[in-house]
């Protein structure tokens, strides 16, 4: 049977469709070998596309919310040893960035007067990369709850 030409792949001798199917028996046959390699070279266009690929992430994350949900309740689920790990480090921070003569009725008191759609944020990051500030009244503010998640633990100087 003849085929037109806009039925073949490009630079193959193989029809789509044929091509199409060797590819999966392909891949189902090698699954470990071609897993490991879509991974590198996932990890160097990362690497390479760093903004790009922050870029996408961040666009599925907001188009896909309820699924990140999800995603995150499985994981903590699954999970649970290293969720506690992470929340008993988490509050040994604050523990740990909380002087003796901070007064902790005016902290309280910050986070309950928190208007809605607004996030408390420490100005000078507890766990900041360049440099960490203390969990104090005067370390406070309010955000807009999206800023504070893009600002993360960013310090502008």
């Not at 992430?57 to 999800?70: F, I, L, P």
């Amino acid at each position: 049977m003849d085929l037109p030409i806009e039925s073949f792949a490009k630079r193959t001798s193989r029809c789509k469709k044929c091509k199409s199917e060797y590819q999966k028996q392909y891949q189902k046959k090698n699954a470990a070998s071609v897993a490991e390699y879509q991974k590198k070279y996932q990890r160097e266009w990362r690497k390479e596309n760093r903004e790009r690929s922050n870029s996408y992430s961040q666009k599925w994350r907001e188009a896909n919310r309820q699924v990140m949900r999800d995603l995150t309740r499985a994981w903590r689920q699954n999970n649970s040893e290293k969720h506690l790990q992470k929340k008993l480090h988490y509050a040994q921070a604050f523990g740990l960035r909380m002087p003796k003569w901070a007064d902790k009725h005016a902290i309280a008191d910050f986070y309950k007067n928190c208007p809605n759609g607004y996030h408390v944020d420490h100005i000078i990051p507890l766990r900041g990369k360049i440099v960490s500030g203390l969990h104090v009244e005067s370390n406070l503010q309010y955000l807009p709850a999206e800023e504070n998640l893009k600002k993360s633990n960013k310090f502008a100087c």
